[in-house]
């Protein structure tokens, strides 16, 4: 019995620090600040929607969890200049088609 104690010990201490990098991983920052310098910039809600999506990936497929990163990649020529935009735009309106509540899709409402 008491050679089995250590081995579970030792389970149990890697699952709880696994658990707890994973959750810290995904979260992210509760709001994000987007640079744009032709309209203004973008305040991102970036909890709210990992709150209302629960799906990282409906985002995150076309840029990765990096601060800065969407400016980088349009720099860098990998993301079109209003693709992240477009897909935003994309998501608002078949939300709003469907009588559910969402976010803006007019330029000043997220373009400060």
Excluded: W, Y
Aim: hydrophobic content about 35%.
């Amino acid at each position: 019995m008491k050679k089995m104690i250590f081995p579970i010990l030792i389970l149990f201490v890697f699952l709880i620090n696994h658990t707890a990098f994973s959750a810290e991983e995904t979260v992210g920052r509760p709001v994000l600040k987007i640079a744009d310098g032709e309209k203004g910039d973008v305040t991102f809600p970036h909890e709210k929607h990992q709150q209302t999506l629960k799906d990282c990936t409906l985002c995150h497929s076309l840029f990765p969890k990096k601060p800065g990163v969407v400016r980088e990649m349009i720099t860098d020529g990998k993301l079109k200049r209003k693709q992240v935009m477009n897909h935003c735009l994309a998501c608002h309106k078949a939300k709003k088609k469907e009588g559910l509540k969402t976010g803006p899709t007019s330029c000043s409402k997220c373009h400060n």
